[in-house]
């Protein structure tokens, strides 16, 4: 007989159901600092096949770690260089180009209305609830102050990444020691760490070359601030299906207050034309399998990851997913969450 009583099946939900209010609530309270650690993991899991690399080359594991290290204080330094600057100045730019889309939505609304596409009453206010491009410039504003954050907490993730790197030839070790099927669940976190860092070494080259490609497009066609435009491109295309469109919103509309339609137009042109050959010709040939997401897990993570974390949760929502996912999977009584979270079988 079981040294305790069985509890009820809807006290087990209940108290799941609380502990994961808990836990959340407690994820978006300490986010300033569970942001950074999560980045410093990513990074590791990105930075882990070059020190291997390294390391089979007959390269001493301290000389490979240290080289590693040097690549990323360069990165750092290469980052504060390039958008230190432009971070600072776009922020003080911000209110004048709100200003005038606000002006310019005023005089769109104006337009509709005496061509009888508007109803009564106030023009600008029909217009504005219909779309609001000043929500979308806080977003970019919001997104820009919280990557200035991170600049300045640099150091604390790098140093988190080198612990983290340094450590990991021992995990393997301890997870055997605390698992109770430790050959199982290695099998498991190998195949999770294989997916993740194809996942993340891929995206990471196809939105360096968006970021890059759609920095020299703007800046050829002289739109302001063209290399934050560069890195929020690079950033957001980690956002599956909604990402391209979300980084061309604020460009496109700084395109249009700057230079009016055409300028506007031939900026949509640019995005459109990048994301259609990188992201889905060249992207999904390199990823050669899907991300073991549903397109609904995907979509919902973003919202989720995004609530939770902020605007970089929206950056890491699929690897978080995939990595809950698995976690999920790997216990008899949560997997059929995890297969809720999977893709569905073709005709199925």
């Known amino acids: 007989m079981n040294g305790r009583a069985a509890l009820p099946g809807i006290t087990v939900?209940?108290?799941?159901?609380?502990?994961?209010?808990?836990?959340?609530?407690?994820?978006?309270?300490?986010?300033?600092?569970?942001?950074?650690?999560?980045?410093?993991v990513f990074v590791s899991v990105v930075a882990s096949p070059p020190l291997f690399w390294l390391?089979?080359?007959?390269?001493?594991?301290?000389?490979?770690?240290?080289?590693i290290i040097l690549a990323g204080l360069l990165i750092h330094a290469l980052l504060v260089a390039l958008f230190g600057n432009a971070i600072a100045e776009f922020t003080r730019a911000y209110p004048g180009y709100n200003a005038r889309l606000q002006a310019g939505m005023a005089e769109a609304g104006l337009w509709?209305?005496?061509?009888?596409?508007?109803?009564?009453?106030?023009?600008?206010?029909?217009?504005?609830?219909?779309?609001?491009p000043s929500a979308v410039m806080r977003l970019v504003g919001n997104l820009f102050a919280g990557l200035g954050n991170l600049l300045t907490n640099a150091f604390f993730i790098l140093l988190t990444v080198i612990f983290i790197l340094v450590e990991a030839p021992s995990f393997p070790d301890k997870l055997r020691r605390i698992s109770r099927h430790p050959e199982e669940t290695l099998a498991h976190l190998v195949v999770l760490g294989r997916d993740l860092t194809?996942?993340?070494?891929?995206?990471?080259?196809?939105?360096?070359?968006?970021?890059?490609?759609?920095?020299?497009?703007?800046?050829?066609?002289?739109?302001?601030?063209?290399?934050?435009?560069?890195?929020?491109?690079?950033?957001?295309?980690?956002?599956?299906?909604?990402?391209?469109?979300?980084?061309?919103?604020?460009?496109?509309?700084?395109?249009?207050?700057?230079?009016?339609?055409?300028?506007?137009?031939?900026?949509?042109g640019g995005y459109v034309l990048v994301n259609v050959i990188l992201g889905n010709i060249i992207e999904p040939q390199a990823m050669g399998q899907g991300l073991g997401l549903s397109t609904l897990a995907v979509f919902l993570s973003l919202i989720f990851w995004g609530w939770v974390?902020?605007?970089?949760?929206?950056?890491?929502?699929?690897?978080?997913?995939?990595?809950?996912?698995a976690v999920l999977e790997n216990r008899p009584g949560t997997r059929w969450v995890g297969i809720l979270l999977g893709p569905g079988r073709p005709g199925g």
Do not use: E
């Open 198 to 268: 194809h996942y993340l070494a891929i995206k990471t080259v196809v939105s360096l070359v968006t970021g890059v490609l759609i920095a020299v497009w703007l800046a050829v066609l002289d739109v302001d601030f063209a290399v934050l435009w560069g890195l929020l491109a690079f950033l957001f295309n980690f956002v599956p299906n909604i990402g391209s469109i979300i980084a061309a919103v604020p460009a496109v509309l700084l395109a249009l207050v700057q230079g009016g339609l055409q300028l506007a137009l031939a900026t949509a």
């Open 13 to 40: 939900f209940l108290l799941t159901a609380g502990a994961l209010v808990v836990v959340i609530a407690g994820l978006k309270t300490a986010s300033p600092v569970v942001v950074p650690f999560l980045l410093a």
């Open 55 to 67: 390391q089979a080359k007959g390269l001493p594991r301290w000389a490979a770690l240290t080289l």
């Open 309 to 325: 974390l902020g605007p970089v949760g929206m950056l890491l929502a699929v690897p978080l997913t995939m990595v809950l996912k």
């Open 112 to 132: 509709l209305k005496r061509h009888g596409l508007l109803g009564a009453g106030d023009a600008y206010t029909q217009l504005l609830a219909a779309f609001d």
